[in-house]
């Protein structure tokens, strides 16, 4: 396998979602591939940065109106 | 949850709060606007709370959740006379490489396949640089063009943290979906942030 086709299981591998012959197959290539191991190491910060986004959040209006629901199915 | 169940206000609001903005999103991608997926997430809430009693905790809370959410918008849609097409949700070219071609060597080079150029190696940039406002600002830019399904399941996997497993049950997606769909999502965004670092 080329890198083009180890890039497109990097993800997978990265999750640790590929089967024990195609994660080691990923692995070995991995040790000899700077470029590759590069790759990985940026899709590994991509998800890191992403889980410092910032979530939205709900509108004043939509959070009250979430709130009445509420209230109506308790007194309802 | 026990507090939930016994009617704990702040407990469902807590909830409404950190589950909303995603339950807002994904019932937009089956209905026409976005007043109707504000009902429809009105609809799912109700729902939750009319069926909390019964909930047995088979399935995680949040993705019993989204079933309901996932089930109510469905059903709107449909009755808008809108069926969406997977595809127009998730994107028609998950068959393709997520990968841009031209980052490899042709076949007819000497090792196709290979890298053409190689990538720039990140961990040289100055940390500050990374994780400035602007770099998550293009993250953020860059979710907005994403197909609704992938930055999703890239949100809910990379963002908030949820499980494989319960982003599938949640949007009842295969597990070959949902990993094509984050791979996709997560390649572009790299990208991006690749290109914001190097200009």
Partial sequence: ?76 | MQRLQRGDEDAFMDLVERLGPSMRRVARMFVSTDAVADEVVQDAWLGVLQGLAKFEGRSSLRTWIFRILVNIAKTRGQKEGRSIPFAAIAGDDLDQPAWDPSDFLGPESDAPGHWSSLPSDWRGMPEERAEAAETMRVIGATLETLPPMQAEVLRLRDVLGWSSEEIRNALDLTDTNQRVLLHRARAKVRAAVEAHLRS
């Fill in chain 1, 1 to 76: 396998m080329a890198c083009r086709d180890i890039v497109e299981m990097i993800s997978d591998y990265l999750d640790q979602a590929l089967p024990a012959g195609e994660r080691a197959h990923v692995q070995i290539h991995l040790a000899t591939c700077d470029g590759c191991e590069t790759v990985l190491e940026q899709v590994r910060e991509t998800v890191h940065l992403l889980g410092k986004l910032d979530e939205e959040r709900l509108t004043e209006v939509q959070r009250e109106i979430l709130r009445a629901v509420f209230h109506h199915h308790v007194l309802g």
